[in-house]
Nanobody
Framework: QVQIVESGGGLVQAGGSLRLSCAAS??????????MGWFRQFPGKEREFVAT????????YYAYSVKGRFTISRDSGKNTVYLQMNSLKPEDTAVYYC?????????????????WGQGTQVTVSS
């Protein structure tokens, strides 16, 4: 059974930093490696892409709104991914979800993700 455990959300002032962590395990994830990503969801809105990383870690993509402020990384050889968020803005306030893609590549499409974490709240105060 696949388990995805997220941590690291919280309340921070504008300009501050947070680091999100996500560990995926179980089922096929115990044997194979996958691309992973972070998405976020604002109240009443669709889940949107934030960042993604390939299994090898060699390819990353970012949403324009976070590029230069957020960094996605992963532990080598593991389905564990991190999101370092710097220079946070109030408009970054959302629930952040970790996802496991269907293949080994980095993937910006939400529809290509098979598994999702429970979400972690990030709140940035002004």
């Amino acid at each position: 059974q696949v388990q995805i455990v997220e941590s690291g959300g919280g309340l921070v002032q504008a300009g501050g930093s947070l680091r999100l962590s996500c560990a995926a395990s179980g089922g096929a994830l115990s044997t194979y490696g996958y691309g992973m990503g972070w998405f976020r969801q604002f109240p009443g809105k669709e889940r949107e892409f934030v960042a993604t990383i390939s299994w090898s870690g060699g390819t990353t993509y970012y949403a324009y709104s976070v590029k230069g402020r957020f960094t996605i990384s992963r532990d080598s050889g593991k389905n564990t991914v991190y999101l370092q968020m710097n220079s946070l803005k109030p408009e970054d306030t959302a629930v952040y979800y970790c996802g496991v893609a269907s293949g080994r590549n980095a993937d910006i499409l939400k529809s290509n993700y098979n598994y999702w974490g429970q979400g972690t709240q990030v709140t940035v105060s002004s």
